[in-house]
């Protein structure tokens, strides 16, 4: 059985100083770009624990976590994507995170990011976490649109443009650029 665990809160056998989570498991939206991207830039980042990642749809998902994906509707996502879109983590020790706290546990894995995933989760941080996180998620095919089409020159060219982004999304043309899911 998968079960939720809140994040900051010490595990039953915990020891200081020893961490028994060994492997983490991305799930994660195979048809976002940006997706893949950060994908690949967790990869190349030096990490405390393994990490293996599982397109959310595939047939392996389901396979391995059965009940995680067709539970999204009345799980507990916190965000308002399409829950089947949504980033989800599992641990080797059977925790289940989703939006906003599988990202912070993605950052928990990752060596030069850990103390960044403990800030996160104070009290005081949380909401800012929460919202950073929703507001990445709802708009990451415009983030993908505005920062990777058209290769690195031409992102160079709309960064030394500050007004760039406001031009962006002053014209209705980028809402015919998404990519639904």
């Known amino acids: 059985m998968v079960t939720r665990m809140r994040i900051g809160r010490r595990r039953p056998g915990y020891e200081k100083g020893r961490d028994t989570m060994k492997k983490l ?19 190349n980042q030096p990490a405390f624990l393994e990490l293996e990642f599982i397109p959310s749809k595939s047939p392996e998902a389901q396979r391995r976590f059965p009940g995680v994906i067709e539970n999204l509707a009345t799980g507990f996502a916190s965000c308002s994507l399409d829950k089947s879109s949504e ?63 058209g290769g690195d020159e031409h992102l160079a060219q709309k960064l030394k443009n500050p007004g760039a982004m406001a031009e962006f999304l002053s014209k209705p043309e980028w809402m015919k650029t998404r990519r639904d899911p």
């Open 87 to 149: 980033l989800i983590v599992i641990s080797d020790e059977g925790g289940v995170y989703r939006g906003p706290d599988a990202f912070i546990m993605c950052l928990y894995a990752l060596e030069e990011y850990r103390e960044y995933s403990e800030w996160l989760t104070r009290p005081l941080l949380r909401p800012l976490a929460r919202q950073a996180f929703e507001l990445l998620s709802k708009n990451r095919w415009m983030v993908n649109q505005w920062f990777y089409s």
């Open 25 to 43: 498991y991305i799930l994660f939206d195979a048809g976002c770009d940006f997706c893949w991207r950060c994908r690949r830039w967790m990869q």
